[in-house]
């Protein structure tokens, strides 16, 4: 049985300047949403681990790179990061005998998990963003707890009644002169953790061949940047084409929803699991960074079932922690339904917005209007 429970996360992950918790901020988000609700369920007391909060961690990582190679050395060291005898120290306390939840866990930090036989349950924010709330994804390093996660999953049939609502109201409030056959090449941000293939950040430009190709097979190309990122390899890349429009700030939602977008193009964006239920053709360049299963999906090892708010709940918490600890009666309370909860909580709509709450009056909306190449 466990005799606590941490919150943590990528502390290798620094910040601009190279200073460690770069991560640290939706790790404390994550701690503060959940600790009142497993603490109640378990009676365990519940700790906050990250690199900003415990000293002797970020020294140490400090300690492993100049700030300048901080991006790099994050990279190389993602998939498995090399242990000494002083990071032993600072982690094995505070995490042996605990149960582990994280956010985001990178792979170096499920291998350690894993090795000291340490239970766990990742938690991030689900890739599929146009449902009346953001979704969880969670993976749990237990077999037993993988089922019970499953079991509690959103239906995807109501992903794709959301797919339909977007696409009837987008095509009725919108008018689209973009050509038939038109791909839409999707940006991402360029620092993270989803850009690290193979112990450094992905390069489209790397791939110009296979992407050209990709392109040459549409009839118009439209460049799509991250509403949060700026330059992207692969944008760069797909600007050559001699069929590129140029750039879009449009809403992806809004594009994705019209029939004259075809297909989508990108390294492994989010975009690249909605698309799908828009009935498009995808194409990426680097493997999608989760599995995602729905209600009576399968068990599998790296599969992240699909959890609305009922994390918040104190039930949740009892089922996740009861082999691993006594927990309280479940008492079945949820919150009352209400939408963009997580949205508001985390400040964080991806201009999902655009299209609910706050959305462009439709004068605004012009699907044609691309910037010249060189924006891209």
């Known amino acids: ?26 790790i404390v988000w994550l701690f503060n949403a959940i600790k009142r609700q497993v603490s109640r369920a378990s009676g365990l007391p519940v700790h906050l681990l990250t690199a900003r909060t415990c000293a002797e961690l970020g020294r140490w990582v400090e300690s492993t790179r100049p700030p300048g190679d901080a991006d790099r050395y994050w990279a190389a060291v993602y998939d498995d990061l090399p242990m000494d005898a002083a990071l032993e120290r600072t982690l094995l306390p505070r995490l042996q005998g605990r149960f582990v939840v994280g956010n985001e866990l990178p792979p170096y930090l499920r291998r350690l998990l894993d090795r000291l036989g340490t239970p766990w349950l990742d938690l991030r924010i689900h890739p ?7 979704l969880f994804a969670a993976h749990a390093s ?36 973009l050509p038939a056959d038109t791909l839409l090449v999707v940006g991402q941000r360029t620092m993270d953790s989803s850009q690290i293939v193979a112990g450094t950040f992905f390069d489209a430009l790397e791939r110009r061949a296979e992407v050209a190709a990709i392109c040459a097979g549409y009839r118009a190309v439209l460049l799509k940047p991250h509403p949060y990122g700026g330059q992207h390899s692969l944008l760069l890349a797909a600007a050559a084409a001699p069929n590129a429009l140029g750039v879009t700030a449009d809403n992806v939602y809004r594009m994705l929803a019209q029939a004259e977008i075809a297909s989508v193009l990108t390294v492994n964006s989010s975009v690249a699991y909605e698309a799908r239920y828009f009935d498009k053709r995808i194409h990426t360049l680097a493997p999608l960074p989760v599995r995602i299963a729905w209600r009576g999906g399968r068990d599998e090892a790296d599969t992240c079932a699909s959890l609305d708010d009922r994390v918040l709940s104190g039930d949740f918490w009892r089922v996740v922690l009861a082999p691993h600890a006594s927990v309280s009666a479940c008492d079945g309370a949820r919150l009352p339904p209400k939408p963009n909860r997580l949205r508001i909580a985390l400040d964080s709509f991806w201009n999902f917005q655009e299209i609910d709450t706050n959305r462009i009056p439709t004068a605004a909306v012009s699907l044609a209007t691309a910037a010249p190449r060189a924006a891209a």
């Open 1 to 26: 049985m466990v005799r606590g429970v941490t919150v943590t996360g990528d502390f290798v992950r620094s910040d601009r300047d190279g200073r460690p918790g770069e991560g640290d901020r939706s």
């Open 128 to 134: 599929v963003r146009f449902l009346d709330d953001l």
């Open 142 to 177: 237990g077999a037993e707890t993988r089922q019970a996660l499953l079991g509690m999953a959103v239906p995807e049939d109501h992903v794709y009644a959301a797919a339909g609502l977007i696409e009837a109201m987008c095509r009725y409030t919108a008018d689209c002169s």
